[in-house]
């Protein structure tokens, strides 16, 4: 394997991406929403809360920065806006949320809109061109552009409805990957230093539950790993070799700070990371339910794991000593030099975010700087 670039090494203080967003810029987004604010002041609104959340994060001492994707109305939003084929459809919401807000996360989650593909997946504009765009031209280097894997809207394939314009998920999953790959492609354009994919998809195998499911309908989980895989691979390949910085993050759910999945990696470790083509991994590690990190034995020379100690759930404050206890617990089976420290999913994967305050959240990521420095200085 080559050794890791420099800009890679150089980050040991990371996070998710997504952050909490301001009232003002809820309140903006929800007027814009309605029709009465037109889309050049909810812009403006977006650049100045940007700007702040720049600011905070620089004061902070993290080492990466991102935009808090703050023009989102959630992680996976701005893709169904400029591909046309996604039509309102009122779909069945299952109940997937756990944890002591599980009954929060229902209540909101059923109010989200409904909608599933219903023709053809064709691409009209940039999804991420706004937010690279901007970040080019104020964020502090490095910083990040974060992406949904493609098999991440699988789930918007309805049987019995989508299969008016495609034979199956899987033929869908082609189209998504090309649409994906030109994104890439053009943030590559953009100057984007450092580029993330988000996946739900090996939480699927990863979880016993759900990978249950899966084999009851003769579902093979090692051929979900491996679709997902080769999908994730096509996209990122399109950044390789360009000093850019790779980046997957393995999420198991992370909504009003509630879960979706449980389980350890071991499932899927040696598969998912030996195989995935990044530089990095953003993995979960925030509590018992992620398990213990001993599959980071299948991790390759040459790649970094940023440990996602710090919870973004709650608002509760780590202890410096038991993050770095936790630390040299997973250099038991990774090396140091190729560790680092973040948060275990985004602040807020939807606009109305987590159950934590602004300034849990700054002093979450001030805590990740101070451990970072206490460790990699």
Not at 30 to 41: N, R
Not at 234 to 248: E, P, T
Not at 321 to 331: C, G, I, M, S, Y
Not at 363 to 369: D, F, N, S, V
């Amino acid at each position: 394997m080559p050794p890791m670039s420099r800009a890679n090494e150089n980050i040991r203080a990371d996070h998710v991406g997504s952050l909490l967003r301001p009232p003002e810029l809820l309140a903006a987004r929800a007027q814009a929403s309605e029709g009465a604010l037109p889309a050049a002041k909810l812009r403006e609104i977006e650049d100045k809360a940007i700007l702040d959340i720049l600011r905070m994060q620089q004061d902070s001492g993290i080492q990466v920065f991102s935009d808090g994707e703050y023009r989102r109305s959630g992680w996976y939003g701005g893709f169904c806006d400029v591909v046309q084929g996604f039509v309102p459809y009122e779909r069945t919401m299952p109940a997937i949320w756990k944890g002591d807000s599980s009954k929060v996360a229902a209540a909101d989650f059923s109010k989200s809109g409904s909608f599933a593909v219903g023709a053809r997946l064709q691409l009209d504009g940039r999804f991420t061109g706004a937010e690279a765009a901007f970040l080019v031209k104020h964020a502090p280097l490095p910083f990040k552009v974060t992406l949904p894997s493609p098999a991440s809207y699988q789930q918007f394939f309805e049987p019995g409805f989508s299969d008016r314009a495609y034979n199956s998920p899987d033929e869908m999953l082609g189209d998504i990957v090309e649409i994906c790959k030109r994104e890439v492609a053009a943030l590559v354009e953009d100057g984007v230093p450092y580029i993330q994919i988000d996946s739900l998809r090996y939480g699927d195998v990863i979880d016993a539950g759900r990978r249950a499911r899966w084999e009851a309908r003769g579902v093979k989980p090692m051929d979900i790993v491996a679709q997902t895989l080769a999908a994730d691979n096509a996209v990122l390949a399109m950044a390789k070799s360009r000093g850019i910085v790779r980046a997957m993050h393995i999420c198991r759910g992370n909504y009003r700070s509630a879960w979706a999945g449980e389980g350890g990696y071991e499932p899927v470790a040696e598969k998912m990371l030996g195989e995935l083509d990044v530089d990095r991994f953003l993995l979960e590690f925030d509590d018992a339910r992620s398990g213990g990190f001993e599959p980071l034995r299948f991790v390759p020379r040459g790649k970094i794991v940023v440990l996602g100690l710090v919870t973004t759930k709650t608002g509760a404050l780590e202890s410096v000593d038991e993050l770095r206890r936790r630390v040299d617990e997973a250099a038991k089976y990774l090396p140091l030099e190729q560790l680092a420290i973040g948060t275990q999913c985004g602040f807020a994967s939807s606009d109305l975010g987590n159950l934590l305050s602004m300034d849990d959240q700054r002093r979450k990521l001030e805590l990740i700087a101070t451990v970072a420095r206490s460790i990699w200085s």
